[in-house]
C-alpha cells in the first residue's frame, strides 16, 4: 500500500473574462505504486486539469489556487506545487511523464523521431550517454590508434560531461559544420538508445521509424513514439490523458494492451483518465470518478461497477448504450464552472435531491472498505439509505 | 453553456450586445486604439465642416485653393491668414483643411476600389480553384513583380496628370495584395463542414461565397484595408510631390509640400523661415495616417479571435 | 420490404497528382465498388476504420461529392429496376439503357434535378461546431434549405423553423442566438433540425454522436429513434463506435479499405462475426464490465495506404487464417446464411 503521489485538498481556478471558473475545488487522491486509477467523468469535469496540476503544467490563466501534491522520491516526501521551475525541470519526464489526445500536437513536425526521443533521453540521462560516448571514442582509439580529431572529440566530450554550460561547448555548437563533426558520436550513440526504445514499444523496423519525421507515421505509430518519449527514462507515474479518444478501436487495442505489459515490465504506476468507461474497466484497478471539479465516487474497479453508489456514477454507467434496452439519459447539462449550483453540483441533475444537496456540499467518506462516495444518501461513518436501486 | 427559458430575450442579454460590451472594453484597455480612434474623428469632424471652418469664397471651385495675390514668396502666418501664405499666396490654413477631405476621398476610394477587386478576384480565384486560379493569380504575379511605387507612376505618367488617375493608378497596383489574403482565407473556409453541409442543403455558388464563407473571411482583408489607407494617402502625396498628382493650387497636402518645394531652405542666416509652407501640411499627413495605423491596430486587436480572449 | 437505396459498384477515386505537369501518376481508392440495398424506413449501419471510405461512400450516395463510376439508384420502383438489370445483363448498348440511366441514376443527375434531390437526401455531420455558420442565426441556419428550395414563403419560414426546432427538443428562445452560444448536444440537434426541415425521405448520419459526452449520446440516439418513427425516415448510420451502432441500427456493413467485407442484421453480426476483420473489430471492443475478460484479436501491421492495396483479398497481410489463394484473388461478397453475407475465401 505504498502511496508514490498524494494530492490533497487540490483547488484549481481559471480566471477568464466571463468570471473566475471554479474548475477544481479541493479534490483528495492517492495513487499508490505500480497501480493504474482511472480518473473518468465528462466534458468539463476536470479531470484533465488534475492530471495537469499533478505536474504543475496548468497553463494560464488557470492557476493552482491551493494544496499539495506530495511525490514520493525515492523515499523522501516532496511536495511539487512549492518546488521552483528548475526542480520541476528534473522531475518532468523522469519520475512523472504525461502523454496526450492528439499524437501529432505532442510531436514537433520539423524534428524526427530520434531526434525527439534523444531529446528527452540526453536531458534526462545525461552522464551516462556521454559516458557511452567517451567508451566509444576510446574504443576507437584502441583499435585505429589515437588521431587528432579522436583526442578533439574526446576533449569535447569530456568538458561536456564536466560542465555542460561551457563556454567554449556553446559557441562551438553554434558553427554548422564544427557542430556536425562534434556531435557525431553522440547523435550515433543517442540513435542507437532510441532504437532500443522503440523496439521495446514494439515498433515495427525501428531502424526505419528512428529516422522518420512525424508526418510520415500513421496515428496509431505516433502515439507509440509520444509514449515511448514518456518512457524513455522510465518514470515512477505515467499520467495518460485520453490517448486513445482519437485512434481507431482496434489500433486503441494495441495500445492499451502496450501500455499494460510496459507497465507490468517497469512497475510504473498509471493515472488512465478518460471518458470511456470500457477502457476503464479494461485497464484501471481503481477508479476515480468526477463531475463538476468534484471527486464523488472512488473504489476499486470491479465494485465500482458492481455496486455503484453515486446518483452521477450509476447514471453514467446506465447511459451506455446497450442493444435491447431503452436508451437512458441524465436530465439536464453539465454545469457552468462560473456560477456552480449551491451544495451538491450534481443536485439539479439528481433524481434522490434532497434539501440538504442544496445547501451543503457533501465530503467524500469512506461508506464500505475502499469505498468511497460524496453523496449525502450515504451519512458519514456506515452505510447509507440500503434503498439505492 | 445556460439555457435560457422564455420567450423574448432581454436586451441586455442578446449576444451582439454582449460582444459590443466586450469589444469596447478592450477598446478601453488600449490607450493606443483610443489614441487612434480620437485622431480620426477629429479628421472626421473637420472634413464634414470644412465648409464651416474655412469657407469658400463664392462661385469657386471649393477645392481650389484661394489665393490672396502673386507674390511667389510665402508669407508667415498671420491674423487673417492663421497658418500663412504659401509660395503663390496660397491660403494653408484654407488647404490643409480642405485637404482633409481629399485625403479622406483619395484614402477610402482606392483602399474600397481595391478591397472590391481584390475580394471579388480572390473569392472567385479560391472557390473554383483550376485554371481560373492558375490565370488570375499569374495575373497577379505579373503586378507585383513591378515596385509598387514606380509602377504608379508610369500609369499616372500614360494616364495623364490628375489625382483621379492617381487614384485609378493606386487601384491597379494595389488590388493584387487584397485578392492574395481573400484568396487564402477563402481557401482556409471553404474546407469548414458548414460550407459543404450548405451545398448539401442546395445553396447555389454565388450565394456559397456571399454568405457563408465570405463573412468568416472578411477579417484579415479589413484589418490590411484600415492599415492601409495610411500608406495610401502618403502615396497620393508623394505623387503629388513629384508633380504627378493634383493640379497646381488644388487643396491636397501633398501638392501643398509642392508647393514648398523651393522653401525648404530658406536663407542662411534663417533656415527654417518658411517652415510653415512645410510642416504644417506635413504634421497634417503624418497625424492623418498615424491614426489610421493606430485604429487599424485597434481592429486587429479587438477582431482578432485568436488574440481577443487573452 | 422495399429498396429505397441501392448503388451499382459505386467508385470513388481521388486523383494523386505528381510530375512537373501535376498529371495524375495514381488514385486514392477510397470507395472501390460498393454494390449495397438500404431498405425504406430502416437504420442501416457502416462501420469500419479510419481511411475505410465509409464517410467518403455516404457523401457519395448524395452527391456531395461526384461518384468516378457506379450507379445510383433513388427511389427507383423495382420494375424499372429489373429492366436495368435485364439490359445490362444482355451487354447491349442500347438507347433505353442509357435513357433509363439517364432517368434514375443519381450519378448522371446535374443542375436543377441534383438541386431537387436535395429536398429528399440530407447529411448530419460529425463536428457540430463547425458544421454551422458560426456568424448566422439559428433561425437563418434552420430556415436556409427552405428559401434555397424555395419550399416556403418568407412569412411562412420562422413558424416552419419553430416547429422542427421544437421536435428537436429546443424552442422559440434559441432562435436569434449563434451556434457558439449553445452546448454540443444542443448544436448538433440545430445540424439534425436544418436536415430535417425539408421533410427528407433519406438522412446520412455521419459519426453524429461521436464528438459528444456520453450522457448527451443517449439523448441524441433517443432522439434520432423517435424522429425516424415520426417522420418515417431511413438513416444510414456511420460510425466507428460500435456500441452505438449496435444499438441503433437494423442492419450493419462493415466496411475494410473501400470495400464491404460483411453485411448482416445486427444482432446476428454481433453474435456471429464471420470475416476475419469484423472478428478484431468486434473484440476489440473495451466491454464495460471488468469481470468479464475479452478473447481479445490484436491484429498485427497497420492499415495499408488507399493508394496501393494490396493484391487479391485485401486484408491477407494482416490475416491470420490467409491461405494462397487470398493473396491472389479478391473475394466476392456472398450470402453465406440467410441475410448474412461475407467476402472471405474461407467461406
Not at chain 1, 560531461?161 to 556531435?183: C, D, G, T, Y
Not at chain 1, 464523488?296 to 455503484?308: D, H, S, T, Y
Not at chain 2, 505618367?157 to 492574395?180: K, Q
Not at chain 2, 471553404?190 to 445553396?203: H, L, P, R, S, T
Amino acid at each position: 500500500m505504498d502511496k508514490l503521489l498524494e494530492v490533497e485538498n487540490l483547488k484549481v481556478r481559471f480566471y477568464t473574462y466571463e468570471g473566475i471558473v471554479k474548475a477544481i475545488e479541493g479534490i483528495n487522491l492517492e495513487i499508490r505504486k505500480g497501480e493504474t486509477l482511472g480518473l473518468v467523468g465528462e466534458t468539463g469535469c476536470g479531470k484533465s486539469v488534475t492530471g495537469l496540476s499533478m505536474l504543475v503544467l496548468v497553463p494560464p490563466p488557470g492557476r493552482i489556487e491551493d494544496g499539495k501534491v506530495i511525490l514520493d522520491l525515492k523515499g523522501r516526501k516532496v511536495n511539487l506545487l512549492k518546488q521552483k521551475e528548475p526542480f520541476l525541470l528534473k522531475i518532468r519526464g523522469k519520475e512523472i511523464s504525461m502523454i496526450f489526445q492528439e499524437p501529432n500536437a505532442a510531436l514537433n513536425p520539423v524534428y524526427t523521431v530520434k531526434e525527439q526521443i534523444g531529446e528527452a533521453i540526453f536531458h534526462h540521462r545525461r552522464r551516462e550517454i556521454l559516458n557511452k560516448v567517451l567508451k566509444s571514442i576510446e574504443e576507437k582509439a584502441r583499435r585505429k590508434g589515437k588521431s587528432l580529431m579522436l583526442k578533439i572529440e574526446r576533449w569535447f566530450y569530456e568538458k561536456m560531461l564536466a560542465n555542460p554550460e561551457a563556454l567554449s561547448i556553446r559557441i562551438a555548437f553554434k558553427i554548422p559544420i564544427l557542430r556536425r563533426f562534434l556531435r557525431r558520436k553522440l547523435d550515433e550513440v543517442i540513435r542507437n538508445e532510441v532504437i532500443a526504445i522503440l523496439r521495446e514499444m514494439e515498433i515495427p523496423d525501428p531502424e526505419r521509424v528512428a529516422d522518420m519525421y512525424p508526418h510520415e507515421l500513421s496515428g496509431g505509430m505516433q502515439q507509440r513514439v509520444v509514449i515511448a518519449m514518456a518512457l524513455a527514462c522510465n518514470p515512477s507515474l505515467l499520467i495518460a490523458d485520453e490517448p486513445t479518444t482519437s485512434l481507431d478501436v482496434t489500433v486503441q487495442a494495441q495500445i492499451l494492451d502496450l501500455i499494460r505489459r510496459l507497465k507490468r515490465k517497469f512497475g510504473s504506476s498509471v493515472v488512465y483518465i478518460t471518458h470511456d468507461m470500457g477502457v476503464i474497466a479494461e485497464m484501471c484497478d481503481r477508479v476515480a470518478v468526477m463531475y463538476a471539479g468534484y471527486i464523488c465516487e472512488l473504489a476499486e474497479v470491479k465494485e465500482l461497477f458492481k455496486n455503484p453508489l453515486h446518483p452521477y456514477t450509476k447514471a453514467l454507467l446506465e447511459s451506455i448504450p446497450r442493444p435491447d434496452k431503452e436508451f437512458k439519459s441524465i436530465r439536464g447539462t453539465v454545469p457552468n464552472l462560473i456560477n456552480p449550483p449551491s451544495g451538491c453540483r450534481f443536485h439539479p441533475r439528481c433524481d434522490y435531491a434532497m434539501d440538504i444537496c442544496r445547501k451543503v456540499p457533501p465530503r467524500l467518506v469512506e461508506v464500505k472498505k475502499g469505498h468511497f462516495v460524496a453523496c449525502h444518501l450515504y451519512p458519514e461513518g456506515g452505510m447509507g439509505s440500503e434503498s439505492s436501486a | 453553456m445556460q439555457k435560457v427559458e422564455g420567450k423574448k430575450i432581454p436586451l441586455s442579454e442578446r449576444a451582439w450586445v454582449k460582444e459590443l460590451k466586450f469589444t469596447i472594453k478592450r477598446i478601453k484597455q488600449s490607450p493606443l486604439s483610443i489614441a487612434g480612434i480620437i485622431i480620426i474623428a477629429f479628421f472626421t469632424i473637420i472634413a464634414i465642416f470644412a465648409p464651416y471652418i474655412a469657407p469658400p469664397p463664392p462661385g469657386r471651385d471649393p477645392y481650389m485653393i484661394p489665393r490672396y495675390g502673386y507674390k511667389p514668396i510665402p508669407q508667415p502666418p498671420s491674423k487673417d491668414h492663421p497658418f500663412g501664405l504659401t509660395e503663390g499666396q496660397y491660403d494653408i490654413f484654407y488647404g490643409v483643411i480642405w485637404g482633409t477631405r481629399t485625403a479622406f476621398r483619395v484614402g477610402l476610394w482606392v483602399v474600397g476600389a481595391s478591397l472590391l477587386i481584390g475580394i471579388i478576384v480572390g473569392g472567385i480565384s479560391a472557390y473554383y480553384g483550376g485554371i481560373i486560379d492558375e490565370i488570375m493569380m499569374r495575373f497577379t504575379d505579373i503586378i507585383f513583380a513591378f515596385p509598387g511605387l514606380i509602377l504608379a507612376m508610369a500609369l499616372v505618367t500614360a494616364l495623364g496628370r490628375g489625382l483621379d488617375n492617381v487614384m485609378l493608378a493606386l487601384v491597379l497596383v494595389g488590388w493584387p495584395s487584397y485578392a492574395r489574403v481573400v484568396r487564402g482565407e477563402f481557401l482556409r473556409v471553404k474546407q469548414e463542414d458548414f460550407v459543404e453541409a450548405a451545398k448539401a442543403i442546395g445553396c447555389s455558388d454565388l450565394r456559397i461565397i456571399v454568405r457563408h464563407i465570405l463573412p468568416n473571411a472578411i477579417y484579415p482583408v479589413l484589418i490590411m484595408a484600415s492599415l492601409d489607407i495610411g500608406s495610401i494617402v502618403i502615396i497620393a502625396a508623394a505623387l503629388s510631390f513629384l508633380g504627378l498628382g493634383a493640379p497646381l493650387g488644388y487643396a491636397d497636402w501633398g501638392q501643398m509640400i509642392a508647393l514648398s518645394r523651393n522653401w525648404i531652405v530658406g536663407p542662411p542666416t534663417n533656415p527654417l523661415l518658411y517652415w510653415y509652407t512645410y510642416i504644417i501640411p506635413g504634421f497634417f499627413l503624418f497625424l492623418f495616417v498615424l491614426g489610421w495605423n493606430l485604429l487599424g491596430d485597434a481592429f486587429r486587436d479587438i477582431l482578432d479571435p485568436m488574440i481577443r480572449r487573452r | 420490404m422495399k429498396v429505397l437505396l441501392e448503388t451499382d459498384n459505386l467508385k470513388k477515386y481521388y486523383p494523386v497528382r505528381g510530375g512537373v505537369f501535376r498529371r495524375r501518376i495514381a488514385d486514392v481508392k477510397a470507395v472501390d465498388g460498393v454494390s449495397l440495398k438500404i431498405y425504406k424506413g430502416e437504420c442501416f449501419g457502416l462501420v469500419g476504420e479510419s481511411g475505410c471510405g465509409k464517410t467518403t461512400f455516404g457523401k457519395t450516395i448524395i452527391r456531395l461529392l461526384d461518384p468516378t463510376s457506379g450507379h445510383i439508384y433513388f427511389d427507383v420502383p423495382d420494375d424499372v429496376r429489373d429492366r436495368i438489370r435485364e439490359l445490362e445483363n444482355s451487354n447491349s448498348d442500347s438507347s433505353e439503357l442509357k435513357r433509363l440511366y439517364h432517368q434514375y441514376d443519381l450519378a448522371t443527375f446535374k443542375g436543377k434535378r441534383l438541386k431537387e434531390l436535395r429536398r429528399k437526401m440530407q447529411i448530419v455531420y460529425q463536428n457540430p461546431s463547425t458544421s454551422l455558420n458560426p456568424r448566422m442565426m439559428v433561425k437563418d441556419i434552420i430556415g436556409e434549405p427552405l428559401i434555397v428550395q424555395k419550399l416556403a414563403k418568407k412569412s411562412e419560414v420562422e413558424e416552419r423553423v419553430l416547429s422542427i426546432l421544437r421536435k428537436v427538443g429546443l424552442g422559440e428562445a434559441h432562435l436569434r442566438r449563434y451556434p457558439h452560444e449553445f452546448s454540443g448536444g444542443q448544436r448538433q440537434r440545430i445540424a439534425i433540425a436544418r436536415a430535417l426541415i425539408t421533410r427528407p425521405e433519406f438522412v446520412v448520419l455521419d459519426e453524429p454522436t461521436s464528438s459528444v459526452d456520453v450522457s448527451v449520446r443517449a439523448q441524441l440516439l433517443k432522439l434520432f429513434q423517435s424522429l425516424q418513427r415520426e417522420m418515417g425516415l431511413t438513416y444510414l448510420f456511420i460510425s466507428h463506435d460500435l456500441s452505438v451502432v449496435e444499438c441503433i441500427s437494423d442492419r450493419v456493413a462493415v466496411m475494410y479499405l473501400g470495400k464491404v467485407v460483411e453485411l448482416a442484421g445486427t444482432r446476428e453480426l454481433f453474435k456471429r462475426p464471420l470475416h476475419p476483420y469484423s472478428q478484431a473489430l468486434f473484440s476489440s471492443i473495451p466491454l464495460p464490465d471488468p469481470t468479464i475478460k475479452r478473447e481479445r484479436i490484436i491484429l498485427r501491421g497497420e492499415v495499408p495506404s488507399p493508394v496501393n492495396p494490396p493484391p487479391g483479398c485485401r486484408f491477407h497481410p494482416r490475416c491470420k487464417y490467409a491461405m494462397d489463394i487470398c493473396k491472389k484473388v479478391e473475394p466476392m461478397l456472398k450470402e453465406v446464411s440467410k441475410d448474412h453475407f461475407v467476402a472471405c475465401h474461407l467461406y
